[in-house]
């Protein structure tokens, strides 16, 4: 893999001042970290793709290409809105979450990330303000970081973006700001933090737009991915003026490149557009091939595969985390998706933590890389649990939690001379929690 | 197809600056019209990939699905540049052309319209200085327009751009400018000119661009198109640093988004960055398919028959502009590629002319279209022979014969009236041309 560092060289003086801003992602940094075989992978966000029927593939794929007139279709450009029987396709997706459209309301982009690129650069010009939770998922800070807004971060707990806090920020913006352009939220099991915007705060978040007046941004990868409680309401049900963006990466397979954008048509003409521009239009033979996956397979049934296999590596990781994590680590619960966000204590630096873990034989990814200045986080991280088996997701977390547990040692040490304050709760916690481990520890000499 | 037409509404207030100066693809906005029965199009850039054996596409497709271990690499993420054994197909395909480059040299792309989008990314800030050829592809203007450059166009004569005008225009932006970027080239079968450039002035544009300290970017889809004459070495052989876009567009199929990038590491590691905020990495499936349709199909014998059938093509397209257009129109005669570029007296506006084209069921694309002001070039147009029959080619360039000549007669009238004064050749050859014409005409209403 081609590494992503920025090297000053003969051709430096020629860059231009957006690309000197621009971060590289540590998740596709590691990637090739991610297939040593010796590491267990928690930072990815992978689907678990050999969960497709390879039945399933070949029907699609062949009644995508057997046909003289469909095999023409597929191998040819295509309208820079997607083609209209696939959107159809997706406007039967969208039905199910409760969100009515039809194809003219929908276009198609290269993955839901495309999506994030077109609609920052139909919006953002340098020193506008987009909202976004903070940690929030890092390829939507890197698609927006290449047209220099100022992105303002909205905390979250285990209801989703705060609202207090975004009312807040909005009061220091000003009503009618023309700075302000969007609000970009993932209110299904968030990326990184596993969270599930609550019903009130859905509606709030809406009135808050109409009040200051900005776009509202729906990103939802996971929102078919559920595993406990039941559907949340679309924020684009509730207004139609929202933004909803959509993927068959999590549903079916990222290695198709298929999103998708249903937004009002004044949205839709501007992004297609600059579509033009970024790409012409997207693979054609990946629309054919998704449309007959959701048209003549039983992807229902795999959707259940992939929901039932993901409840047990979640239930596996938070049972491994309950079992191995230091009682200072607080972590959320997500009820669907794919990853779980951990907080650390302040002390504890998960970037520099990294080349500890990897040698222990695990990744994740460092919580700066969530946050706009690459700075807030550091103690915090997101680990992935669709990828793994449960057998490696526990081990994993072992291996982490041993790295964690050297890292806070001298902490303990600090509380322990009362050095560092804490509540006596969590004092407690960490003595009994010391206890433990010494005994576990001298357990493990006996054995050897 | 959503019309890219801007409304002014209710967010206009919302819109980036570079998004109020872009401009639609007139081809884009046709393709709808491409598709009517009735109506035969020389506007698009197809190729006609019912050229391509189904047999081959089965091959390709079933080599790159039916293996597990290869199928969970198609259908899941890949690496940002692309996966590395298609990244060595392109190499293999370079090597064809005389070009030697390894896999870490190769970046992928969704087409080769993704590469321009990145490169013009990674180097344009508002207001830098782009060279061009002009007119030239328009995608490529779109592309860059999102950057808000500066493209100054250089013309070309039947041996590509005039170096005479590029030293002029280098000598006013001036030596070690630090607002020159690059000089954007097609140098085979140019797209919209069908001029291929001449190898002496190859090799003076790198003169220049080391002596003026701009980067090339050389953009080759039609190279392995040629109908007559020998192979042209390309820039990227006589310099390394020169940065080389391919795709499989024009050689296999366009509805696959392949193309590619061979360029210096530091630019490599620049665009490498920029895609991943952009789609993070491209389609595994296309990038699987492309992979063995290269390697266990006869692409070289399907290559041939694309390029018999084009060659018929355009040949059907020069007799039928030798026998229907009038004296005042000048046309390139390509030597490869997809296109013819005809220039029409300055009285003649192609841009309002369309819409009487289209009713008389033809279509091309104005020759304004290829120029950054959108005025320039109005009285020239681009016609695609690479998609039509000789027979509808024939018959298409007679309807616009028929369309330019009504255009032509005020024109006429003014010169025999010595209002507008031409050379004596151009006037003998129209006063010819008219006898011919009302006796065809005469002709015609006898038979009728």
Redesign the interface.
């Known amino acids: 893999?081609?590494?992503?560092?920025?090297?000053f060289?003969?051709?430096?003086?020629?860059?231009?001042?957006?690309?000197t801003k621009?971060r590289?992602?540590k998740v596709?940094d590691l990637?090739?970290a991610a297939v040593r075989p010796d590491i267990i992978s928690l930072s990815?966000g992978?689907p678990d793709?050999?969960l497709?029927p390879?039945a399933s593939?070949?029907t699609a794929?062949r009644n995508a290409?057997?046909d003289?007139a469909e095999?023409?279709?597929?191998?040819?450009?295509?309208?820079?809105?997607g083609h209209v029987a696939t959107r159809q396709v997706v406007c039967d997706l969208m039905r199910d979450l409760g969100v009515r459209c039809k194809p003219?309301d929908v276009?198609l982009t290269?993955?839901a990330?495309?999506a994030?690129?077109l609609i920052a650069?139909?919006?953002?010009?340098p020193g506008?303000i987009i909202l976004a939770e903070g940690p929030t998922y890092l390829?939507a800070l890197?698609?927006?970081?290449?047209?220099e807004p100022d992105v303002r971060c909205i905390d979250f707990d285990d209801d989703g973006m705060r609202m207090d806090l975004l009312e807040a920020e909005l009061e220091r913006i000003g009503k009618g700001n023309?700075r302000l352009?969007?609000c970009y939220v993932i209110p299904n099991f968030q990326n990184p933090g596993g969270v599930t915007m609550a019903p009130e705060r859905r509606k709030r978040l809406l009135e808050l737009s109409r009040e200051y007046g900005f776009?509202v941004l729906e990103d939802d990868p996971y929102g078919r991915l559920r595993y406990d409680g039941g559907h949340m309401i679309p924020l684009k049900v509730l207004d139609d003026r929202v933004v909803y963006l959509g993927t068959v990466?999590k549903v079916f397979?990222?290695?198709?490149?298929l999103g998708w954008m249903v937004a009002?048509?004044?949205?839709?003409?501007?992004v297609?557009?600059?579509k033009?521009?970024?790409?012409?239009?997207?693979?054609?033979?990946?629309q054919a091939?998704v449309r007959h996956y959701f048209t003549d397979t039983p992807w229902e049934r795999t959707l259940q595969t992939f929901i039932k296999t993901y409840r047990v590596r979640r239930d596996a990781m938070l049972a491994a985390l309950e079992e191995h994590f230091p009682p200072e680590a607080r972590w959320t619960r997500p009820e669907g998706g794919f990853f779980v966000w951990v907080t650390l204590p302040e002390y504890v630096d998960t970037d520099s933590m990294l080349g500890a873990a990897l040698e222990a034989g695990v990744t994740y990814v460092p919580g700066n890389s969530f946050f706009p200045d690459g700075v807030t986080g550091r103690n915090s991280m997101r680990i992935n649990f669709s990828y793994e088996s449960p057998e490696n997701i526990a081990e994993a977390i072992r291996r982490l939690a041993g790295v964690i547990d050297e890292r806070l040692e001298l902490y303990r040490a600090f509380i322990k001379a009362g050095a560092i304050k804490v509540d006596p709760e969590t004092r407690a916690a960490i003595e009994s929690y010391r206890e433990r481990a010494e005994k576990t520890g001298a357990a493990a000499e006996e054995g050897e």
Chains 1, 2 share one sequence.
């Open positions: 893999m081609q590494t992503a560092h920025i090297v060289d003969e051709i430096g003086g020629k860059n231009a001042t957006r690309v621009m590289s992602s596709r990637f090739s990815g992978m793709v050999s497709l390879a593939i070949r794929t290409l057997d003289d095999r023409a279709v597929a191998l040819q450009y295509g309208a820079t809105n003219d276009l290269s993955g990330q495309e994030l690129d650069k139909c919006f953002i010009d506008d390829g890197q698609a927006f970081s290449a047209y023309p352009k969007f776009l990466s397979a990222p290695g198709l490149r009002p048509a004044d949205v839709l003409s501007r297609n557009l600059v033009q521009g970024a790409d012409l239009c997207g693979s054609s033979l990946d091939v």
